[in-house]
């Protein structure tokens, strides 16, 4: 049988894909995150990425690079993954046809088939969707052009889904074009659940939320 990798990024988009992909029979053997570092981190620092993956009940991989060795290093994982039977990837894009271009041809040089579980997929569905599923997730960095620091830190929930549903057309409501990011703290996925804690600072035209501490409990959810 044909075993999956989940491209992760830490956000609601990879996460739901991820739960998709499962839902659809395909077995995942491991999440991949890239930590880029030569990139901000939106959707949480490298350690916090590392204990929210630790805390999920799936093997993972987290590979240091930079956007210059980027493919390179993407290329070097994936043949390596290949040699444990490895033939498939998930990805979390919805809307960008140039990135998944890119994806579908670096995958076809790799002989591997590309998934995409959320493409073209209604934004307010897809939110709507991660909800009722029963992931938790907090917004980690938003532009400041487009929202305040207010947001940080908000969780993702029906107030928020129908704040964000006011601005649909000025906004992507998922945040597909980098308006906001997001960090999943819990779900069906987890075998534990984090709790973050942090300050918020301007900087390059984003508020971050950076996390000082973070706490690890138990998960709400039974792991089958």
């Known amino acids: 049988m044909c075993n999956v990798v989940v491209?992760?990024?830490?956000?609601?988009d990879s996460c739901l894909a991820c739960y998709e992909a499962i839902s659809h029979s395909l077995t995942i053997s491991y999440l991949l995150n890239f930590t880029i570092r030569d990139k901000p981190y939106f959707h949480g620092s490298p350690e916090l990425i590392h204990a929210q993956l630790q805390s999920i009940n799936i093997p993972f991989i987290q590979k240091n690079t930079t956007w210059r060795t980027y493919k390179e290093d993407f290329e070097c994982v994936i043949n390596e993954l290949k040699k444990v039977?490895?033939?498939?990837?998930?990805?979390?894009?919805?809307?960008?046809?140039?990135?998944?271009?890119?994806l579908e041809k670096v995958c076809n040089k790799l002989n591997i088939k590309p998934y995409f579980p959320l493409w073209h997929r209604d934004p307010i569905q897809i939110l709507n969707t991660f909800l009722?599923?029963?992931f938790e997730a907090i917004v980690m960095s938003v532009r400041a052009d487009l929202f305040d620091k207010e947001w940080l830190g908000k969780r993702i929930n029906k107030k928020f889904i129908k704040d964000l549903s006011k601005r649909k057309g000025e906004i992507d409501v998922c945040g597909e074009f980098g308006e906001y990011h997001t960090f999943v703290t819990n779900g069906p996925i987890f075998k534990?659940?984090?709790?973050?804690?942090?300050y918020?600072?301007?900087?390059?035209?984003?508020?971050?939320?950076?996390?000082?501490?973070?706490?690890?409990?138990?998960?709400n959810f039974?792991?089958?």
């Open 85 to 102: 039977n490895i033939c498939g990837a998930v990805f979390g894009d919805i809307h960008l046809q140039e990135h998944r271009d890119w």
């Open 200 to 219: 918020k600072v301007l900087k390059d035209g984003y508020w971050f939320l950076n996390v000082s501490r973070f706490t690890i409990k138990n998960s």
């Open 7 to 12: 491209f992760w990024s830490g956000g609601k």
């Open 222 to 224: 039974k792991i089958s």
């Open 132 to 134: 009722s599923k029963g």
């Open 192 to 198: 534990k659940r984090l709790i973050v804690n942090g």
